[in-house]
């Protein structure tokens, strides 16, 4: 029998950096995170690769051979930066409405079950409890509290018609997009490509992109003060000066109809 312990001590060290998130934690939180769509091409020898042919785009790259593109609504954060729900006693602010990301916490869906081990070792400088008195959280190779798993899996799979749809536009509408991702699928290095999250409130008419903006150009505003002049930073704070520009239309609209104009 082989098992192995965990308990989180709280003490905020993994609430840095990037957040997937489900398309409506991202709404519910545009008030409060600065937001991204991630695409991320998924190798055939990452774990994530199976679910990733699952939930995510099927892009052809040429001699039958097709890479799978996991697209993830994301709370997009450098590294360095603290979540904004992080509370200065490192606690969670929205514990009751934490993203589902957080709540699976240290396991982690995308790969399988039988996968988990390497997820409940932790990072450098996290101060998780991983011998006894902790719990013994995953036995024999399967989770033994999985609520929270099951929970992330099962969103992770209804978000996945609406983002493929997402994709697949916008792979049809912007060729230079198409090319762009499947040259990052090529190099030997996973490259990223990141979109504004409007980019996909645009292509439904049942999203109040006002309303969106109204919240969400306020915290990219913020975030684009915060990393002006950060060396390392300067693709953040590009993203976030460009996707508040996006959002300056919409934000106009909403105050003209609040004036009356
Ligand atoms: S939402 Fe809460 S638990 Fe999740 S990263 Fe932010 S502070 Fe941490
Ligand atoms: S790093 Fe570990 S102990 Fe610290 S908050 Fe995250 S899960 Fe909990």
Known sequence: M???RFNCTQCGKCCFGWVPLTINEALANAGRFPLAMVWTPVRKTDGAHELTTQIGLSLPLGNRKHVAVLISPTAYLPA???????????????????????????????HKEAA????LTPRQGWLCETEAPAPVVYRDKRILERMNFDREIAALRGDAPLLCAYGETVMKQNPAMKAFVVKSAQTSSVGRTIMNFSSFLRLDKRYDLIRFAQQQHPILTEFAHRTKEIPDLAAYHKFYQDSAAELEWFVRRGDASLSGA
């Open 2 to 4: 082989t098992e192995q």
């Open 80 to 110: 360095s930066f603290a979540c904004p729900a992080l509370a200065p006693d490192k606690l969670c602010s929205i514990h009751e409405n934490k993203p589902l990301r957080c709540r699976t916490m240290p396991f982690y869906p995308y």
């Open 116 to 119: 988990q081990a390497e997820f």
